[in-house]
């Protein structure tokens, strides 16, 4: 009771009668809070304390703290600053101020107030650790060399600094001469670390035989030490050594110790970057490599989907799907992992699977693209009563929103034409293009529908010409313009933008060839007729 009414009359009395002893308590009040989370409570109760008796240094330091933790720099920065001016011996209430300083973003002068306090206590490291950060992030290599002396002075020599040497050294140019340092290091205190970083550097220099014999030193120190079994691996695979390569390897995929993102990481950028010839020749040792990774983290998602687009881009599709289900099946609650095993049956053309996964994952997920690919399959499938039961729902679920309604109403008019319903088809279509007058889709398939069925071909030329105006390199677009010039009796205005279809895809379309081949006997150019009726031939059926 006695803290609670003390606060109490702090808080009701002028700040001027609080005595030293009322301020000392409450500041241990105010530390409380701060330590248990009540920052809020806290920083009211210490600024209120800073009027109280401005003099005491320790009641701006937690206040710079509790402002710092608001991430209220200017304040901090206030309240730091005056705790220095009390007592600038204090090396807690420097190091705020320096670290403000570079949160602030002005490292100039966090590296000034740091060199400050490297000066004013030199029996302290930490600060020369901090500034020797600062230093080798703003690329001040010189003074980082002057800092690692320092500490060596302080510390003696060590496996962490002769690292950090050798990494400024490589930073500045003169890798050489931190590989000096390595080997003179390592003549004296043999490690797998320095040792691995030596590999590296003769790795890197082409020297394999010497990084070879790094590697190997460093491995009969710490048989286990990973960084030398990916070095000793990759002087194998570059010496197109693949057996000793892939026996090299094996520790590193067995490990259940190595996370499974890291062994995911080194086989997707090994399928990236290997010649696909080598994949193919060494297939039996890559796959097995895959195989212990898989074997190692069975149930991790991130390890299954890398496994799958390994068999996926080595051409074993049907292999790289058995991964991919079971990387969807074992984490339901992953739109990631649904979504990519619903690309994966799209792209292999499993309409069946495709419509059951791409609506239960609809189903649980709301996402509106697996509506899309349901009803893609379903259009594969010639379920077109499913692609109207899709569009439907979206009509009646997303009724203001105008994109969404345009495009359901452009798949439901497909599907009342594919059933043979033209006069719904139409009139979903008018709906349509009352919300976009300019929809492309709808007004390409309604143009086409209309000039198959010979009808309002006046109609159809206006809304054919808006198409290729938004999209003049579409060749379906084009093509359907094309063609209704063509049963006006316009093949000469038709021909060009038959000739424009056949550079954009054109001629991958029975149909557009067919069509061309037509406008073309119609002109008298009967041979060239000839030819793209051969090239129609050549594909397969398209259904108009």
Same mark, same amino acid.
């Given at each position: 009771?006695?803290?609670?009414?003390?606060?109490?009359?702090?808080?009701?009395?002028?700040?001027?009668?609080a005595?030293?002893?009322?301020?000392?308590?409450?500041?241990?009040?105010?530390?409380?809070?701060?330590?248990?989370?009540?920052?809020?409570?806290?920083?009211?109760?210490?600024?209120?304390?800073?009027?109280?008796?401005?003099?005491?240094?320790?009641? !701006? *330091?937690?206040?710079?703290?509790?402002?710092?933790? %608001?991430?209220?720099?200017?304040?901090?920065?206030?309240?730091?600053?005056?705790?220095?001016?009390? %007592?600038?011996?204090?090396? !807690?209430? &420097? /190091?705020?101020q320096?670290?403000?300083?570079?949160?602030?973003?002005?490292?100039?002068?966090?590296?000034?107030?740091?060199?400050?306090?490297?000066?004013?206590?030199?029996?302290n490291?930490g600060?020369?650790?901090?500034v020797?950060?600062?230093?080798?992030?703003?690329?001040?290599?010189?003074?980082?060399?002057?800092?690692?002396?320092?500490?060596?002075?302080?510390?003696?020599?060590?496996?962490?600094?002769?690292?950090t040497?050798?990494?400024?050294y490589?930073?500045?140019?003169?890798?050489?001469?931190?590989?000096?340092?390595?080997?003179?290091?390592?003549?004296?205190?043999?490690?797998?670390?320095?040792?691995?970083?030596?590999?590296d550097?003769?790795?890197?220099?082409?020297?394999?035989?010497?990084?070879?014999? &790094?590697?190997?030193?460093?491995?009969?120190?710490?048989?286990?030490?990973?960084?030398?079994?990916l070095?000793?691996?990759?002087?194998? /695979?570059?010496? /197109?050594?693949?057996?000793?390569?892939?026996?090299?390897?094996?520790?590193?995929?067995?490990?259940?110790?190595?996370?499974?993102?890291?062994?995911?990481?080194?086989?997707?950028?090994?399928?990236?970057?290997? +010649?696909?010839?080598?994949?193919?020749?060494?297939?039996?040792?890559?796959?097995?490599?895959?195989?212990?990774?898989?074997?190692?983290?069975?149930?991790?998602? @991130?390890?299954?989907?890398?496994?799958?687009?390994?068999?996926?881009?080595?051409g074993?599709?049907?292999?790289?799907?058995?991964?991919?289900?079971?990387?969807?099946?074992?984490?339901?609650?992953?739109?990631?992992?649904?979504?990519?095993?619903?690309?994966?049956?799209?792209?292999?053309?499993?309409?069946?699977?495709?419509?059951?996964?791409?609506?239960?994952?609809?189903? &649980?997920?709301?996402?509106?693209?697996?509506?899309?690919?349901?009803s893609?399959?379903?259009?594969?499938?010639k +379920?077109?009563?499913?692609?109207?039961?899709?569009?439907? *729902?979206?009509?009646?679920? *997303?009724?203001? %929103?105008?994109?969404? /309604?345009?495009?359901?109403?452009?798949?439901?008019?497909?599907?009342?034409?594919?059933?043979?319903?033209?006069?719904?088809?139409?009139?979903?279509?008018?709906?349509?293009?009352?919300?976009?007058?300019?929809?492309?889709?709808?007004?390409?398939?309604?143009?086409?529908?209309?000039?198959?069925?010979?009808?309002k071909?006046?109609?159809?030329?206006?809304?054919?010409k808006? @198409?290729?105006?938004?999209?003049p +390199?579409?060749? @379906? *677009?084009?093509?359907?313009?094309? !063609?209704?010039?063509?049963?006006?009796?316009?093949?000469?205005?038709?021909?060009p933008?038959?000739?424009?279809?056949?550079?954009?895809?054109?001629?991958?379309?029975?149909?557009?060839?067919?069509?061309?081949?037509?406008?073309?006997?119609?002109?008298?150019e009967?041979?060239?007729?000839?030819?793209?009726?051969?090239?129609?031939?050549?594909?397969?059926?398209?259904?108009?």
């Amino acid at each position: 009771m006695r803290k609670t009414l003390i606060l109490i009359s702090l808080c009701c009395l002028p700040v001027f009668c609080a005595s030293a002893q009322e301020v000392e308590a409450n500041l241990i009040d105010a530390v409380t809070l701060y330590s248990n989370g009540n920052n809020k409570q806290a920083r009211k109760l210490l600024q209120t304390l800073s009027v109280a008796q401005p003099e005491n240094d320790a009641v !701006w *330091y937690y206040l710079a703290l509790s402002a710092l933790k %608001d991430r209220d720099l200017d304040a901090a920065q206030e309240a730091g600053s005056k705790a220095v001016a009390i %007592d600038s011996a204090n090396y !807690w209430y &420097r /190091r705020m101020q320096a670290r403000l300083r570079v949160l602030q973003n002005l490292p100039e002068e966090g590296i000034a107030l740091y060199e400050g306090m490297v000066k004013d206590f030199p029996d302290n490291d930490g600060a020369l650790y901090e500034v020797l950060d600062l230093y080798l992030k703003n690329q001040k290599y010189e003074k980082a060399l002057k800092a690692l002396d320092e500490i060596e002075k302080l510390r003696g020599l060590s496996e962490e600094v002769v690292r950090t040497r050798y990494d400024v050294y490589t930073a500045m140019g003169h890798q050489d001469e931190g590989a000096a340092l390595l080997e003179k290091f390592n003549e004296q205190y043999s490690v797998p670390s320095v040792l691995s970083m030596l590999g590296d550097y003769y790795l890197a220099d082409f020297k394999d035989s010497l990084a070879l014999v &790094r590697y190997g030193e460093a491995l009969e120190l710490d048989s286990a030490y990973m960084p030398a079994v990916l070095g000793k691996s990759e002087v194998y /695979r570059r010496g /197109r050594r693949y057996k000793e390569y892939f026996q090299t390897l094996e520790p590193f995929f067995h490990s259940e110790d190595i996370p499974a993102s890291t062994k995911s990481m080194y086989i997707g950028n090994l399928t990236r970057s290997l +010649d696909p010839k080598i994949l193919q020749i060494h297939r039996s040792g890559f796959d097995s490599l895959a195989v212990m990774a898989g074997a190692a983290h069975p149930t991790d998602s @991130t390890m299954l989907s890398t496994i799958g687009s390994y068999y996926y881009s080595t051409g074993r599709t049907e292999e790289a799907g058995k991964w991919f289900r079971k990387c969807a099946d074992l984490y339901p609650e992953s739109l990631s992992q649904t979504a990519t095993y619903v690309q994966y049956l799209q792209l292999q053309k499993q309409w069946e699977p495709l419509k059951e996964r791409a609506l239960d994952a609809f189903k &649980r997920f709301g996402e509106l693209a697996f509506l899309d690919y349901a009803s893609l399959a379903c259009y594969e499938l010639k +379920d077109f009563d499913g692609i109207i039961r899709n569009s439907e *729902y979206v009509l009646s679920a *997303y009724p203001k %929103d105008k994109e969404l /309604r345009v495009n359901a109403l452009s798949q439901l008019g497909d599907a009342y034409h594919s059933k043979g319903d033209a006069k719904n088809a139409y009139k979903t279509y008018e709906k349509a293009l009352k919300l976009n007058p300019d929809y492309a889709p709808v007004l390409n398939n309604y143009a086409y529908y209309l000039s198959v069925e010979g009808k309002k071909l006046k109609k159809a030329y206006n809304m054919s010409k808006k @198409t290729v105006e938004q999209e003049p +390199d579409n060749a @379906t *677009y084009l093509d359907t313009f094309a !063609w209704i010039l063509h049963l006006m009796g316009k093949d000469l205005e038709a021909k060009p933008f038959f000739k424009h279809a056949m550079l954009y895809g054109g001629k991958d379309s029975a149909v557009i060839l067919q069509h061309y081949a037509t406008v073309l006997e119609a002109l008298g150019e009967t041979e060239n007729a000839k030819v793209y009726r051969k090239q129609a031939a050549r594909l397969e059926p398209e259904d108009e």
